[in-house]
């Protein structure tokens, strides 16, 4: 035991002393899983400016500037003034505005004629999501107008007089759709940006471990230091066992900083803390094989950084660490599954929506088994490994 811990340590040692080991395992994640979530944001924390440039000063028009000013819009949207439709369009262009409403001169006697005419909706090219919502706010108006018109349109040839077409309109604009989209409490929390992107940052420069430790062992034995090692009364098996503890020590460490880091400075939801570590602790084992997998497999140092490359990169292109994988199409989602990170991801995913500590345990046991599949082959593999 003696001898794997010297083992252990040495290796420690000459991979704290890399220091793209201590930007890859501690400080990039950090650092990538803050600008993605600055970037990305969530869904609740969006709020957009925008303005209302009234062309027609007319009732409806009116009403749309109320609607948009109203107490349901108000966490969602602030109404800056402008001084025009060429003021709108300049504020907009330069981020000042979000998006910005038109509406035509002569909108509302078109609408109160049965007719329409479009509002039009500005917004840049950098703001989607403000667009987006801006417009699905012109067309719920709108569509709300043409129920009105419909509703009259139906009473006059049933026989209404025209003469009560004005009282009817606003009877009819003053009746609520029977079907209304209400915000209830579901027991689940909302799903932030930090919470997805921490661990999955996390996992993915986790991953570039399998590089550094098959990359150590090509140089050891490149260098003589596997054959002194093989000739010392310590047996191949301490050699083995001494490098995969300093591997796994590695990897528990790198995801662990950033689990707690993230957790406090970015107040990242990890989950329940003991199911958490169960995890981490699977991903580092899971970490142990796959480094055992490339050593078995490549036969120079050029080979086992080739091989750890696209292990790394195949990993967490399937397994959703760079997408939202929750929103990602079903195919996707399945082949997630494939992956130990793809596993784990999705833990964390519920975790972070409140589940409990038994979300966690169908993913315990998946990246186990991943651990464990890889590490039989490496074992089924050991002949091709010279000197051991």
Known sequence: MSAVLAIALKDLRQRLRDRSAIVLGFIAPLAVAWLISMAFGSVGSFHANVAVVDLDGGPVAAGFSTFVKGPDLADLLTVKSTAGEADARAKVANGDLSAAFVIPRGFSDAITSGQGLPITVLASVDSSVAEQVARSLAQSFTAQIEAVQLSVKAAVLAGAPPSTVAELAQKAAAVRPPERT??????????????????????????????????????????????????????PGAILLGKSLATFVYGLASLGTVAVVTSLAFHADWGPPLAVFALIVALALTLVGLTALVITAARTQRQASGFASILTFGLVLLGGNFIFIGGAPQILRTLALLTPNGWALRAFT????????????TPLMAILAFAFGSGAVAFALRRRVVNL
């Open 350 to 361: 519920d975790f972070a929506g409140g589940a409990d500590w038994t979300a966690g345990v």
């Open 182 to 235: 209400v915000t209830q409490p579901s027991g689940t929390k909302e799903l932030s940006a930090i919470g997805y992107y921490a661990p999955a940052m996390g996992i993915f420069f986790m991953f570039f471990a399998i590089d550094f430790g098959a990359a150590g062992y090509f140089l050891e034995r490149t260098g003589g230091t596997l054959d002194r090692l093989a000739a010392a009364p310590i047996g």
